[in-house]
């Protein structure tokens, strides 16, 4: 139990984090005293140590549902390589899991859930997340906070609704969503109805984690870039901004991170202005000196090494974090890759990228 000096001991701690933490100096609108590094995928499955307790756990729910595993496996990379800020370890699936989708990992296939093709399917789900579920991942938070090093952010998240839509009605990845974008053309009511149960979990979900010790949260929008200008400010930009205002509602200063993977310049631009968010994740496509241009005076800007870069390593690994650090100087920057670090990607190449950021 924790006593009322605790509580005092854990807020001057996060407060004094919240100005020392380079990363979150940036989301703060700063430029943080030294570029703040993290990966997406961090922990994962190029890290032996994550392959080990894979195995034990047998499952990759199991680990996300276990308190202790997802704890040990957020703070894997952090150990190895003592990133600014850890990424709790989940899914974005756990959000449909929680309104009663069925889900499976199927190994070296990717994800497997029931479909919600339709209203009726959609009447099948539970109206807000099983507190079963979702409390063992705020459990998680909590006991990663308490483990991590006071110095280190952590980091909550959830997929923005468009992306996790795509899943639910395909009932697994697909090249170009396009069960998702058939269901927004041919059943807009239903394709509504489920974007708005997402915007209200999504929200449920992240003040979850940020009321457990999630310094900032990062909105996962992985397949925003299949939308069409019109549609990304409907679909992505628009449940991303609810979701936005119904957290800040409980928490008013949430840093929030939003990611749209394969935005144009003016997609990210509509999301800086209709969302509220802190910091824009970029992918490796952007044009970095137009976005720093255009955005960099408004919010952070996060991102962009190509991962395939980092599985290449030598002199294809060097050019790229050098034009990212040359083209965002003096910017408020978070050094990341522009999407999640792959598999096969040897780790001496990570230990090479921490060098030459930090050296
Ligand atoms: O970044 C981190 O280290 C935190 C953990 C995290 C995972 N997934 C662990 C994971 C995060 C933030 C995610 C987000 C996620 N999950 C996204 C959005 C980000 C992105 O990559 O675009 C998406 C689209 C998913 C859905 C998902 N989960 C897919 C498509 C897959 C299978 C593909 C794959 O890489 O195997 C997963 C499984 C998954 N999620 C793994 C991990 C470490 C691999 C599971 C395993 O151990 O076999």
């Known amino acids: 139990m924790k006593g009322p000096g605790d509580e005092i001991a854990h807020q001057g701690s996060a407060s004094q984090r919240s100005r020392e933490n380079p990363l979150l100096q940036a989301l703060n609108g700063h430029v943080p005293v030294k570029v ?36 040990e496996v957020t703070l894997q990379p952090i150990r190895r390589f003592g990133f600014d800020a850890a990424i ?48 063992k991942v705020y459990e998680a938070v909590a006991r990663t906070r308490t483990e991590l090093p006071e110095e280190t952010a952590l980091l909550g998240f959830c997929g923005a609704p468009f992306t996790v839509a795509t899943y639910m009605i395909a009932g697994r ?5 396009a069960p998702a974008r058939l269901a927004m053309m041919r ?23 940020l009321k457990a010790g999630a310094d900032a949260v990062q909105i996962f929008d992985s397949w925003a870039g299949v939308l ?55 992918d490796w496509t952007v044009d970095r000196r137009a976005v720093r241009g255009r955005l960099g005076a408004r919010v952070a800007l996060q991102g962009n090494l190509d991962p395939l870069r980092l599985i290449v390593g030598g002199k294809a690994l ?7 650090l040359d083209d965002f100087r003096g910017a408020a920057h978070i050094f990341n890759l522009g999407h999640g670090i792959r598999p096969e990607t040897p780790i001496s190449h990570v230990e090479h990228m921490l060098e030459r950021l930090r050296g």
Not at 91 to 120: K, M, Q
Not at 201 to 208: E, K, P, Q, V, W
Not at 318 to 324: K, S, T
């Open 36 to 71: 703040p590094v993290w990966m997406m995928r961090q922990a994962g499955r190029y890290l032996p140590e994550y392959r080990a307790l894979r195995e034990k756990a047998g499952d990759f729910l199991t680990l996300c549902y276990t308190p202790e595993f997802a704890t």
């Open 88 to 135: 709790l370890f989940s899914d974005i699936l756990v959000v449909p899991h929680a309104l009663g989708c069925e889900l499976r990992f199927e190994a070296g296939e990717g994800p497997r859930l029931s479909i919600t093709g339709n209203l009726e399917d959609l009447g099948r789900l539970a109206g807000e997340l099983d507190p079963a579920k979702v409390g």
């Open 173 to 177: 990845g697909t090249d170009d969503q």
């Open 187 to 209: 059943d807009p009511a239903f394709f509504e109805a489920l974007i708005d149960r997402l915007v209200s979990s999504s929200s449920a979900y992240l003040i979850g984690q």
């Open 228 to 282: 069409a200008p019109e549609e990304f400010v409907r679909w992505s930009v628009g449940p991303i901004a609810r979701i936005i205002h119904a957290v800040r509602a409980e928490i008013p200063d949430a840093k929030v991170i939003g990611f749209p993977k394969g935005a144009t310049l003016e997609g990210l631009t509509a999301l800086v202005d209709g969302a509220g968010v802190d910091a824009i994740g970029l």
């Open 318 to 324: 060097d050019e790229g974090i050098d034009a990212i």
